[in-house]
């Protein structure tokens, strides 16, 4: 018993040799470890990381029990892994979407490179480590969300106080215009109702807590775009390309329109990068163009991840349960998994730039009520 304030110093002693590889901080600085207890030769802590989808979760588990195993009178570890999203510094001041923890938009310079597609196997992908998520499909031309999560036809409840309830699919809360106007109502949108459209989606929607909100964008750099990065406290932004150049030209422009408004690019993510043969494995890159890489080398922002053509992936997303939900086995969602990871990291990484430097990027939004 006289000794326990010391063997507790020794504990995180050998904790601060531990350092979290994306944060290249040591995790006892870092405030991960929680509730230390020493008994009878059993050391427990918890260990509560910045997000559930921390890539290196296993990793830091592992090393933090042989660590400490090692250390004479120790009989017993146990470590729990938990984790606790935060927002960015300052966002929760926000009069928009405050129980809204990250809001990142997925977004990309072309039509059709994929970014629906992304977004809701990413949205899946971050809902099986743990976290809470939702997805606003802000494309009010071409909502993509009632197929690809088998909702098409449903409708929307309201609450007592008249706010739109999401609709809920495979774990992720849900809204979309198309859940407004029906499958084939024709959205013709002039730019001034798609400024109303999507005010009305960052305030009238109950949306909840949530770890991560993720918002499908339309391609380009049009009236949604300048209407969320007005309106909306985007914590980060996510590029999709294909290795094609002609989209590359597109992309650096979709990345620089987020750099004007100080929210910061997590990383681009290249789609339909390879495909890989599934008779005999053979990985042939159909363009060869490595967009996705050259963009990233040019603008400095990291290359997240690059998925492969998948027919599965047209399959499952059309049949209503996108690939990471309907087959989490298969190599394609694993990358998925991988990404969320990936992308999870970065916005830890912004957070902690935040509360470094002390300066939250410029806070503009305002939305009328
Ligand atoms: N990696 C992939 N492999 C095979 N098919 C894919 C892949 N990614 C997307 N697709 C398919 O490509 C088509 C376009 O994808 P998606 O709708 O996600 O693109 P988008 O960028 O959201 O398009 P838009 O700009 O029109 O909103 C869909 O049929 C989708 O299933
Ligand atoms: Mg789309």
């Known amino acids: ?21 994306d944060l290249h901080r040591d995790i006892v600085s870092l405030g991960f470890i929680k509730n230390l207890e020493i008994k009878n030769g059993t050391v427990k802590f918890d260990i509560v990381l910045t997000t559930p989808a921390c890539p290196v979760k296993d990793q ?54 994929g970014k629906s597609t992304v977004t809701a196997n990413l949205a899946l992908a971050l809902r099986k480590t743990g976290a809470m998520v ?47 106007t029906g499958e084939n109502t024709p959205v013709i949108w002039r730019g001034p109702m798609v400024h109303q459209m999507i005010q009305q989606f960052l305030t009238r929607v109950a949306w909840g807590e949530l770890d991560y909100l993720l918002l499908d964008l339309p391609p380009g ?43 910061p690019v997590l990383g681009v993510i290249e789609n339909m990068s390879y495909f890989v043969c599934p008779d005999c494995g053979k990985v042939s890159e159909i363009f060869k163009a490595h967009g996705g890489e050259k963009l990233t080398q040019e603008l400095k922002v990291p290359l997240i991840g690059q998925i492969p053509i ?18 989490p086995e298969s190599q394609t969602a694993k990358i998925y998994q991988m990404i969320a990871g990936a992308i999870a990291a970065q916005m830890s990484i912004v957070h902690m730039k935040d509360k470094e430097t002390s300066a939250p990027v410029h806070i503009q939004w305002k939305v009328k009520q």
């Not at 606790?84 to 001041?93: I, S």
Request: with cysteine; hydrophobic share 40%.
């Open 310 to 327: 998948d027919p599965q992936i047209t399959e499952t997303g059309d049949q209503g349960t996108p690939i990471v939900a309907a087959r």
């Open 60 to 113: 830091l588990k592992e090393e933090c029990e042989s660590k400490i195993r090692n250390l004479p009178g120790v009989s017993n570890v146990q470590v729990t892994m938990k984790a606790q999203v935060k927002g960015r510094e300052g966002f929760e001041k926000a009069a928009v979407l405050p129980g809204v923890r990250n809001i990142i938009a997925v977004a990309s310079g072309k039509g059709g490179v």
């Open 1 to 21: 018993m006289v000794d326990q304030p010391l063997k507790e110093n020794q504990i995180l002693e050998v904790l601060r040799t531990v350092k979290d590889p």
């Open 134 to 180: 939702g997805l606003l499909d802000c494309d009010v031309y071409g909502p993509s969300m009632p197929l690809m999560f088998g909702l098409v036809g449903k409708k929307p409840g309201v609450t007592e106080d008249q706010k739109i309830l999401p609709l809920e699919a495979h774990g992720i809360r849900l809204m979309s215009i198309g859940f407004l």
């Open 221 to 263: 750099t049009g009236d949604t775009q300048l209407t969320l990065t007005q309106s909306a406290p985007l914590s980060g932004a996510v590029i999709v390309t294909t290795p094609q150049e002609v989209s590359l030209i597109d992309a650096r422009k979709g990345l620089q329109m987020f750099w004007k408004v100080n929210v």
